[in-house]
């Protein structure tokens, strides 16, 4: 969902109530492991940039969640741990909230913090 909001409270305040409990948690991990990283509304989705490019960003779409990270030197190496999930070139499509892996989020949030390989 392509959002107008202003704000990523305000995006929080207008997604489905069976997806809030999963894009608060990836919110809160970006806060956590990407605190050098500005937080802002782009493309009408939560996103997180440093030195003006986004590296990290989520959304809830009519289907699924998506989470971006765009780091091709952090996503690639866990590309194969996504069986469940559609996987793009930047982006994991979570189909079902419950399923997604937090630990495996954060890991990939970590490596984003450190990365300066390409983004896609």
């Known amino acids: ?3 107008d909001a202003s704000t990523v ?3 929080l305040d207008e997604v489905p109530e069976e997806r809030l ?3 608060t948690k990836i ?3 970006c806060q956590q492991h990407l605190a050098e990283f500005e937080e802002s509304m782009q493309y009408g989705m939560p996103s997180y940039s440093r030195a003006g490019t986004v ?3 989520f959304a809830s779409q009519k289907n699924n969640i998506s989470l971006y990270i765009l780091r091709t030197d ?3 190496p866990y590309r194969d741990q996504f069986p469940a999930s559609s996987i793009g070139k930047g982006c994991i499509r979570y189909r079902n ?3 997604i892996d937090f630990d495996l ?3 990939m949030l970590v490596k984003t913090n450190t990365s300066t390989g390409e983004v896609c």
């Open 1 to 3: 969902m392509q959002s």
């Open 74 to 76: 952090v996503l690639n």
């Open 9 to 11: 409270t305000e995006y």
């Open 27 to 29: 919110r809160e991990l």
């Open 21 to 23: 409990t999963a894009l």
């Open 105 to 107: 989020v954060k890991e």
């Open 55 to 57: 590296e990290v960003a």
């Open 97 to 99: 909230p419950g399923k």
